[in-house]
């Protein structure tokens, strides 16, 4: 019988002023916020570590913040997306793993990289990147030894958190936002390293890429009618649901990320959404 994936939906980041006194309540403390949005939602992308690494204490208590189960998917850093490139970024890599994000323990879950509008598939450069990513909570932590002055060895972590497996595989995600990705060739690469190719909502504004090439999804919902602001419609909201229920009655895991903040929207949709999905019939959540 074919396990039912899945469903985890959430917000790209949680730190807007915009929440706060509507979604947040007045009065509410900042350092309550995250763990406000983790009882509502199951999942978080983590966009600080986009900006610069973070630290491992930070990475601690977000994930004491939250719920045994929540599930953080960690932004990868623009110094390696959006400086190198994705060229010659092993050392890079190995810093963001050192950085901290095995003190998420069972609550890592995937990392998003997402590409600079700007960057054209290139298959030589493409598959050197994805040849380097961990596999496994193992892998991360062997890269992590592997880091550089840039994470002090008196705050790198390089060791794997109590309880977990090191046999854990290690998701990753591709969020391209140049049209040259529909290349067959890209889903073929992504594929063969069971990256995910990211579906991306954004008004227009990128392609937008639905090739499946893992056996999960990542979608972020960047807003429907204009970019980062506004809200999505009942009928929207109705559409993904569907779509989320088919994902996980194949046995695919979904990873959802709302990120029209600008107007407050996002945390509000991410609740609706996943009040959907549990209406869904048998669905994992």
Request: hydrophobic share 40%; charged share 25%; with cysteine.
């Amino acid at each position: 019988m074919t396990r039912r994936g899945q469903i985890r939906i959430g917000t790209s980041g949680w730190r807007y002023a915009r929440w706060r006194g509507d979604f947040y309540p007045v009065g509410l403390r900042q350092r309550d916020e995250l763990g406000h949005l983790a009882q509502r939602v199951n999942t978080l992308e983590l966009n600080g570590s986009f900006y610069s690494l973070q630290r491992p204490d930070s990475f601690r208590a977000w994930a004491a913040s939250t719920p045994d189960d929540f599930i953080f998917a960690v932004k990868g850093g623009r110094y390696i997306t959006h400086l190198r490139k994705l060229v010659d970024v092993e050392t890079a890599l190995a810093n963001h793993c050192a950085s901290g994000i095995l003190a998420l323990g069972t609550g890592l879950g995937p990392t998003l990289w997402q590409l600079p509008a700007r960057l054209a598939f290139d298959a030589a450069q493409l598959e050197t990147f994805l040849a380097l990513l961990p596999r496994t909570a193992q892998d991360v932590a062997d890269l992590a030894a592997r880091h550089d002055d840039k994470v002090p060895q008196a705050r790198a972590l390089t060791r794997l958190a109590p309880g977990v497996d090191p046999r854990t595989p290690v998701r990753h995600a591709l969020e391209p936002r140049h049209e040259s990705f529909a290349n067959p060739r890209a889903s073929e690469l992504l594929s063969r390293y069971a990256v995910a190719l990211v579906e991306s909502d954004s008004a227009g504004t990128w392609p937008r890429f639905e090739a499946v090439t893992s056996d999960f999804g990542y979608v972020r919902l960047h807003g429907e009618t204009t970019l980062y602001s506004g809200g999505y419609c009942e009928g929207s909201l109705d559409r993904w649901a569907t779509k989320l229920g088919a994902w996980a009655a194949e046995g695919r895991d979904a990873y959802v990320y709302f990120d029209n903040d600008a107007d407050g929207r996002a945390p509000y949709d991410a609740v609706a959404l996943l009040a959907r999905v549990r209406e869904l019939p048998a669905v994992e959540r």
